[in-house]
């Protein structure tokens, strides 16, 4: 059994920063990409940014410069630090992590944490 635990998320105003952290806990082998998601209300899920085992960081241009991604591989963790946060940041925000559990074989999987409210008042 695989968990991803979110924290973190709020009400902030424009201008303001937030700290989404993310917990990987459970049987797991190994992790490959950890990464943050956001769905908007009537919008589609999209990448916010990722970063690999080796601390490779990849950044969606809307956020690019305001936000950082990282990462510390012994406690399977993931944080999104969030900077001169924008009304259009206002989403559900997911942890997602491509992992490889144990006794499943060597193949990864895409596991989702259960979102966090991220709400940026203008």
């Known amino acids: 059994q695989v968990q991803l635990v979110e924290s973190g998320g709020g009400l902030v105003q424009a201008g303001g920063s937030l700290r989404l952290s993310c917990a990987a806990s459970g049987s797991i082998f190994s992790i490959n990409a950890m990464g943050w998601y956001r769905q908007a209300p009537g919008k589609q899920r999209e990448l916010v940014a990722s970063i690999t085992s080796g601390g490779s960081a990849n950044y969606a241009n809307s956020v690019n410069g305001r936000f950082t991604i990282s990462r510390d591989n012994a406690k399977n963790t993931v944080v999104l630090q969030m900077n001169s946060l924008k009304s259009e940041d206002t989403a559900v925000y997911y942890c997602?992590?491509?992992?490889?559990?144990?006794?499943?074989?060597?193949?990864?999987?895409?596991?989702w944490g259960q979102g966090t409210q991220v709400t940026v008042s203008s």
């Open positions: 997602n992590a491509d992992l490889i559990p144990l006794g499943l074989g060597l193949y990864s999987y895409d596991y």
